[in-house]
């Protein structure tokens, strides 16, 4: 299962420091015959360059967006938020 749509609005935290994911509307099930997808989808600042590009990603584009969200927590804005 990919998210391809991680970003701080979709982080929950509760009052212990303990992180969930929510809003899976985006997903996508991975499987042995369809370890790949293309499709163009997610919030454009926290989406990996394969997906912008519209080149075949995996499950390495959950971990891209959860650095730009780390990034966020610690600059208050992703990378590039006002262009």
Same mark, same amino acid.
């Given at each position: ?32 015959? &369809?370890?790949?997808?293309?499709? &163009? ?17 995996? &499950? ?12 966020e927590l610690a600059e208050g804005m992703p990378p590039f938020f006002e262009v």
């Amino acid at each position: 299962m990919i998210h391809r749509d991680i970003k701080s609005d979709n982080i929950l935290i509760n009052k212990s420091g303990v992180l969930k994911i929510c809003d899976f509307g985006l997903s996508a099930l991975l499987t042995r015959e &369809q370890n790949n997808r293309a499709t &163009q989808i997610g919030t454009p600042h926290w989406t990996a360059p394969e997906i912008i590009y519209g080149e075949p990603y995996n &499950q390495k584009v959950d971990i891209w967006s959860f650095g730009i969200f780390c990034y966020e927590l610690a600059e208050g804005m992703p990378p590039f938020f006002e262009v």
